[in-house]
C-alpha cells in the first residue's frame, strides 16, 4: 500500500536584509526602512515590476467592529506609503467574508453577525480608513484610493459552481496545514465547515480584483500569509495571472509581546471607542526600546527627523515618546486634537491644574454628599482593575485626590472635594488620570 503523500505546507518567505539592501523600487525600499516589509512571495520580481511604473494593490479588513484597532494601523500605513509613490490601493472591505468568519488568530467561532450590523460597521470603518488613504487624488497622491465590498461578488456566487470552479483548486491535505486550521485542531477547538471556507473565499477576494481592476499585489500582516499564498497561486491556475503577496510582521514590543491591549480593552482607531487623550497617553507610556520602531513604523516624519530622535537618551527619550504620540494621534484624530491631548498631559503631569481635556465620569450628587470611601471611587473609575487592586495602590502612595496624596483607601470623597466647577480630579500613579464629575439633576 502506498503511504499518504504530505501534505505541502504554505512557505513561509522571509525577506533577508540582504535583500533589502538590493532593493530599487523606491516604495519597498521606504517599506522596507519602516520596518512594514516582513515576508514577499518573489521580492526581486516584486521590485523589477514596481520600478516599471504604478500598479494596484489592495489590503482587505473584516467588519467584526464599528472601527479598525491599532493592529490594522500597521497595514494601513502599508497602502498609504505605495500611494504616496504613485501606485493605486484598494480598500477592500469585508462585507461577504465577515458572514463566514475568518479563523485566524483566533482559538473559537468569532460571533456571527447580522447583516445590519455588517453594515453600520463598515459605514463606520469606511470613515476611519479615510485618514489615512486619499480618496480624492489631492496634493502628491497621484492616483486616488478605491474602496470596495466583497459582498458584491461573494453574495451572488451561485454556490455549486464556485466548488466547482474555485474549490477544485484547492486540498483538504494543504488547507489542514493552515495555521489558523492547526491551531484550533492541536487545540481541540472546534472549526466549523463555515469558517473552513473562508481561505477559498479569500483567495477568490484576490482573483476577482485581479480581474476587476487590474490588482497584482495583496498585502497584510504575517497572520494572513497562509491566505494570501492561496491567492496568489489561485490567480495561476484559474487565470495564468502574476499575483503578488508581502506582509508586515505582527505589532510585537520589545519583549516579544503582542501590542495594541489595554485594561479596557484594544486600541481603537475610532475616537468613540477610545478617546483622543487615552490614545495619545497610550502611546506615550510605551517602552523605551520601543519609541525608536515606532515612531518608522506610524509616523510620516522624514528619515532625518527619526534618526534624531531614535539616538536620544535618559530623560531625552520623553521627546520622542511626546513626538510619537502626538504624530500619531494628529494622523488618528488630526491636528488638533493632538495637540489639544498633548497640552491636557502637560498639565496634568505638571499639576497646575486638572486638564480640562481628561476623560471623565460622572456620579450621583448623593453619592458625594453621603461620602464615597477612596479606594470604592478609584476602584470604580476605570484607572485601574478593581477595588481590591486600588485598597493596595492607595496604600503604596500610588492614589491623589486633586494631585494630593492620600494614603488611607477609607478615607471619604464628598463634594467638599470638589473645584469650583464641580469637579475633582483623581490619579493612579503619574500618567492615569480621570476627572469625576457630579450628574446634572442627580
Keep these: 500500500m502506498t503511504a499518504p503523500r504530505p501534505a505541502e505546507a504554505i512557505p513561509s518567505v522571509s525577506v533577508t536584509q540582504a535583500q533589502i539592501e538590493g532593493l530599487s523600487s523606491p516604495a519597498l525600499r521606504e517599506l522596507a526602512a519602516r520596518g512594514l516589509l516582513f515576508q514577499c512571495t518573489d521580492l526581486a520580481d516584486l521590485d523589477e515590476r514596481l520600478s516599471e511604473g504604478p500598479i494596484t494593490a489592495y489590503i482587505g479588513y473584516d467588519l467584526t467592529a464599528p472601527s479598525l484597532h491599532v493592529g490594522n494601523l500597521v497595514t494601513l500605513m502599508i497602502l498609504r506609503t505605495l500611494q504616496r509613490h504613485g501606485h493605486e490601493v484598494i480598500v477592500l472591505l469585508g462585507g461577504g467574508t465577515t458572514k463566514v468568519g475568518d479563523p485566524s488568530g483566533k482559538d473559537d467561532m468569532r460571533q456571527l453577525l447580522d447583516v445590519d450590523t455588517i453594515e453600520h460597521n463598515r459605514d463606520r470603518i469606511a470613515g476611519v480608513v479615510g485618514r489615512f488613504v486619499d480618496f480624492q487624488g489631492a496634493g502628491e497622491t497621484k492616483k486616488p484610493a478605491v474602496m470596495v465590498d466583497n459582498a458584491e461578488w461573494l453574495d451572488e456566487l451561485a454556490y455549486i459552481g464556485f466548488l466547482r470552479e474555485v474549490g477544485r483548486h ?205 479606594f470604592v471611587l478609584l476602584g470604580g473609575s476605570g484607572l485601574v482593575d478593581s477595588n481590591s487592586a486600588a485598597r493596595r495602590l492607595i496604600k503604596q502612595g500610588g492614589g491623589r485626590i486633586n494631585d494630593v496624596q492620600e494614603t488611607d483607601p477609607n478615607r471619604l470623597v464628598t463634594t467638599a472635594d470638589l473645584d469650583e466647577d464641580g469637579v475633582l480630579k483623581l490619579s493612579a500613579g503619574k500618567k492615569k488620570h480621570v476627572l469625576v464629575r457630579v450628574a446634572q439633576g442627580a
Design 170 to 374: 484547492f486540498t483538504i491535505n494543504r488547507m489542514l496545514t493552515m495555521e489558523s486550521v492547526q491551531r484550533r485542531l492541536d487545540r481541540s477547538q472546534p472549526l466549523t465547515f463555515l469558517e473552513f471556507n473562508y481561505m477559498l473565499l479569500q483567495a477568490y477576494d484576490f482573483v476577482e480584483l485581479a480581474k476587476r481592476y487590474g490588482c497584482t499585489l495583496q498585502a497584510g500582516g504575517s497572520d494572513q500569509w497562509g491566505n494570501i499564498i492561496n491567492g496568489v497561486e489561485l490567480g495561476r491556475r484559474m487565470s495564468d495571472t502574476r499575483l503578488f503577496g508581502l506582509t508586515a510582521p505582527l505589532l510585537l514590543n520589545a519583549a516579544g509581546e503582542k501590542m495594541g491591549k489595554t485594561v479596557g480593552g484594544a486600541v481603537w482607531l475610532s475616537a468613540e471607542l477610545m478617546s483622543p487623550y487615552d490614545f495619545w497617553q497610550y502611546w506615550r507610556n510605551v517602552d523605551d526600546a520601543d519609541v525608536e520602531k515606532l515612531l518608522r513604523l506610524f509616523t510620516d516624519l522624514p528619515v532625518q527627523e527619526l534618526d534624531r530622535l531614535a539616538a536620544l537618551e535618559g530623560q531625552a527619550v520623553n521627546e520622542a515618546k511626546e513626538t510619537l504620540a502626538t504624530e500619531l494621534t494628529a494622523l488618528v484624530h488630526g491636528r488638533e486634537e493632538a495637540d489639544k491631548a498633548a497640552a491636557t498631559a502637560r498639565e496634568t503631569f505638571a499639576g497646575d491644574g486638572a486638564g480640562a481635556g481628561l476623560p471623565s465620569i460622572e456620579l450621583p450628587h448623593l453619592d458625594l454628599a453621603e461620602g464615597t470611601p477612596f
